[in-house]
């Protein structure tokens, strides 16, 4: 709060017109403040929309074809088998009497490693499609924000030079004050604050 | 008549490199370095330029530019003799009609109309047969015949217009200072109000405003019948019942503490819009128009039907200023720098930029003197003629200069903004992707391994045996087409291949894998959409920054105010750029405008 008010007051200091003899003299007055190319980069790392994003997804809805599908599997097989031979006497019973005739321990254990490529997605996947769709969603979420940053921030750097150079009555001056508060925090919305914060960390250079 | 020949010999002039210079020592027309001998004058490096003509309702009367809104385009107003009301959002490229003209009043005598009318337009077709040539009565030249009857009957139908309603009004638009949404028309069947920036109109009162200014929160109106003010934005009007006797208001101008207003009876002040009083040095005399000096509290131009005046005093006394014999003064226009004025004459717009001292005609590419109306946009004057709305622009042999920076071209920034990355459409040209897709195997790679153990025991015959088997296999496998069912071996079944397509959205919709070649023709076709807009919005700002680079020419003369808010639109031109082109807008107008090797 205390940068953003230490900006405002910046701002609507007043000044004697007369004492700038340039553009540059008068344009000088706002060193202090973050100029449109850093407003833009703050918008985009705000949003996300910077370009480098969209490289990024598009880099990996290919590379990720490159990655095979694995399957490992084991298979493990334990048989344990015994064979009777029944012999013509009987138990007291009258049941027929056995004996072992064969048995057998079997084991057996399969390893299998299985990888797959669907290569054609290198050249054309659903994947794909769904994000060069969201990379032009981003392109031009990223164009809407960065012309109403832009519109904001020169709108906001006119209404400062009026009130550096004007000679408004108190009325008009309270008018340009509340402006430039409204479109201070317009672009703090869009910046997600780094542009007050940006006000004051070069002001209190 | 005479009108024609001054419009035809400024046009001369100003077209002629060699005329000689004025007595001011400027010659008009001249090349722009010319400047350097007249000062920072408009006439030494601007020209005016055609912006639309209505010479099928008739010619323009009034003309109005609204209030400025951030870096947007203003809106342009015309009325014209016929009471149409033409509407403009680029600069006077374009017009739309926003209302139509008067309907006839009732009881009309159109048989009384038509005669007055035509026995107007045979008077001035009569003055140009007549004329002689050299005291020698000669043919006229056709294309002035042609021209003169195309404006008789202009005058035939602005008199039929005027009789039908019972007035001889001159149809007039105004805008709000500071609102551009809320505009006025006064013409011959009364007044009308816009609230939506002269989109649409509402009848409001039946006196015709001629001029309007803000006082407080009261709108004073000159009318034909007087002075009125209004309380409510213009809905309502209320006759000020006052000395002023419901004379016909010329114009009506706050200067100092005093509002005026001009009328043929004389000049009138108030220091409320309520009560007025004639001002004693001008009692009686036929007032024009009265304009106040931004630079000179309580100084104020007046234009009477003789003579340009002035007071420095508020109204208290009043001296002649026109050291120049400019004939019929009708309006004078202020503009930012102090001593810099236009004054609208009968011979067409004249210049000063030493408080009238010495004048230079402002008439560069301008053929028609007979001005109406003049506004303001962006600190330049806009007109209203006989033939149509001129506004003052750089000539092209001035845009050439080599003041301009060379910028980047058009095409290069259109095809960078159109192919950022998001954008390519070339990355879903479907048929060559299908094509490749197609003969793009899917490749299985399987490795197995198999371990065999056991022990067989055979009892009878007291034996036994073990084994231990170990073996392993690779296969590689590439299949093109459907190779769900068939190739992969492990998903035999139809049905289960039928589980392996996956559903996916794009956008607003749902597409199975089956379908992504639909998919990628939705969303290569949204790509092409905005391409198309990222092309017109860019041309539109290329050309915007292409229109600041050449006004860079004449951007010294203004004010010091002024030259800030050009170069932050610059800035702001500059920045809309980089934001479509990712910087290279910048990139390359750094590269073209390096300084070369050889430059010290």
């Given at each position: ?17 007369g ?9 000088a007055r ?7 190319g850093?407003v ?7 949003t ?10 598009l ?43 064969q ?8 390893l299998?490693l ?7 997605k290198l050249?054309m ?6 994000v ?14 960065l012309e ?5 921030y ?18 008009a ?11 201070t ?21 | ?8 010999t ?9 005329a000689?210079?004025?007595?001011d ?14 000062g ?44 149409w009301?033409w ?10 009609v ?6 006839a ?13 035509e ?27 042609q ?28 805008f ?15 007044t ?64 100092g503490?005093?509002?005026y ?24 005399l036929?007032?024009?128009d009265v ?5 000179w ?18 109204g ?6 026109e050291?120049?014999?400019l004939?019929?003064?009708r309006e ?31 008439a ?27 506004a ?27 192919n ?14 299908r ?13 197995q ?5 056991g ?22 496998r ?13 998903v035999?079944?139809p ?13 607003e ?5 089956g ?12 790509i ?6 990222a ?16 006004e ?22 500059d ?5 479509w ?20």
């Open positions: 709060m205390i940068p953003f008010l230490v900006a405002l007051t910046l701002a609507a200091e007043p000044v004697h017109a004492e700038f003899r340039s553009v540059d003299d008068v344009l706002f060193d202090g403040e973050p100029g449109i850093d833009q980069r703050m918008v985009l790392e705000t996300k929309t910077d370009p480098s994003y969209v490289d990024k997804w880099a990996a809805s290919v590379n990720a074809a490159w990655l095979p599908e694995f399957t490992f599997t084991w298979d493990h097989d334990s048989r344990y088998n015994r064979d009777y031979d029944y012999i013509a006497s009987t138990t007291p019973d009258g049941e027929p009497t056995s004996q072992i005739d048995s057998a321990v079997d084991t057996a254990d399969g299998q299985r990888a797959k490529w669907n290569l054609d050249v996947s659903s994947e794909r499609i769904r060069i769709s969201e990379a032009q969603d981003v392109v031009k979420l990223r164009d809407k924000v109403e940053v832009t519109r904001l020169f709108d906001r750097r006119r209404l400062q030079v009026e009130m550096l150079m004007g000679n408004g009555d108190l009325k001056q309270l008018k340009n004050e509340l402006r430039l508060q409204e479109l925090a317009q672009l703090d919305a869009y910046t997600g604050g780094r542009f007050t914060a940006a006000l004051g960390a070069q002001t209190s250079r | 008549m005479l009108a024609l020949l001054l419009a035809l400024l046009a001369a002039r100003a077209d002629d490199p060699d000689p210079p004025d007595e020592g400027a010659a008009p027309g001249a090349a722009p370095d010319a400047r350097d001998q007249v920072a004058t408009l006439a030494a490096t601007m020209a005016w330029e055609h912006r639309g003509t209505f010479r099928q309702r008739g010619p323009v009367t009034g003309l109005a530019v609204a209030a400025a809104r951030g870096s947007a385009v203003p809106t342009w107003l015309a009325i014209d003799t016929g009471g009301i509407r403009s959002e680029d600069r006077g490229s374009t017009w739309m926003a209302m139509r003209g008067e309907e009043a009732e009881g009309a005598d159109e048989e009384r109309l038509l005669m007055n009318a026995a107007l337009r045979d008077d001035e077709l009569r003055s140009v047969e007549e004329a002689p040539v050299d005291g020698v009565q000669a043919a006229p030249d056709p294309s002035v015949v021209d003169v009857v195309s404006r008789a009957n202009d005058d035939a139908a602005a008199v039929i217009v005027a009789d039908r309603n019972g007035a001889e009004a001159t149809p007039r638009v105004w709000h200072p500071t609102d551009p949404e809320l505009a006025l028309v006064g013409r011959a069947d009364g009308w109000r816009s609230l939506d920036g002269g989109f649409s109109w509402e009848w409001v009162d039946s006196a015709a405003i001629t001029d309007v200014e803000v006082v407080g929160d009261l709108l004073v109106a000159g009318t034909q019948d007087g002075v009125r003010w209004s309380t409510d934005e213009g809905r309502t009007w209320i006759d000020v019942d006052d000395s002023t006797g419901g004379a016909p208001v010329r114009d009506l101008e706050v200067a503490r005093w509002i207003a001009a009328t043929s009876r004389g000049l009138y002040r108030s220091a409320d819009g309520l009560r007025w009083a004639i001002v004693p040095a001008l009692a009686g036929s007032v024009v304009t106040a000096d931004p630079s509290q309580g100084g104020a131009w007046v234009i009477t039907a003789t003579s340009l005046i002035r007071t420095d005093d508020d208290a006394t009043f001296y002649d200023t050291r120049a014999s004939k019929d003064v004078v226009i202020p503009l930012r720098g102090a001593g810099h004025l236009i004054a609208i004459t009968g011979d067409g717009p004249w210049e000063t930029i030493d408080g009238g001292l010495r004048w230079v005609p402002l560069r590419l301008l053929t028609e003197p007979d001005v109406r109306d003049v506004a303001l946009d962006a600190g330049l004057p806009v007109i209203a003629t006989r033939s149509g709305i001129y003052l622009a750089v000539p092209v042999e001035l845009a050439e200069r080599p003041r301009a920076l060379p910028l980047p071209q058009l095409y290069t920034m259109v095809d960078i903004a159109q950022r990355r998001g954008l390519d459409s070339d990355m879903l040209s479907l048929s060559r992707r094509l490749l897709a197609a003969a793009t195997p899917r490749v299985d790679l399987d490795w391994w198999d371990r065999r153990r022990r067989d025991a055979d009892h009878a015959a007291l034996a036994n045996s073990a084994y231990d088997d170990t073996a392993w296999s690779f296969l590689a590439a299949c093109w087409g459907n190779c769900a069912a068939s190739a992969s071996g492990y035999s079944d049905a289960d291949a039928a589980f392996d397509d996956t559903l996916f959205v794009v956008g919709e749902v597409y199975d894998d379908n992504a070649i639909a998919a990628a023709a939705n969303v290569a076709q949204g092409r959409d905005y391409r198309r807009n092309a017109a919005v860019v041309t539109e700002a290329w050309m915007r920054r292409q229109r600041l680079n050449q860079q020419a004449v951007v010294d003369l203004l004010p010091l105010r002024d030259r800030v808010m050009h170069a932050l639109d610059v800035a702001e031109a920045a809309r750029l980089d934001a082109t990712e910087g290279a807008f910048t990139r390359d107008l750094a590269r073209l405008n390096a300084p070369s090797p050889e430059t010290p």
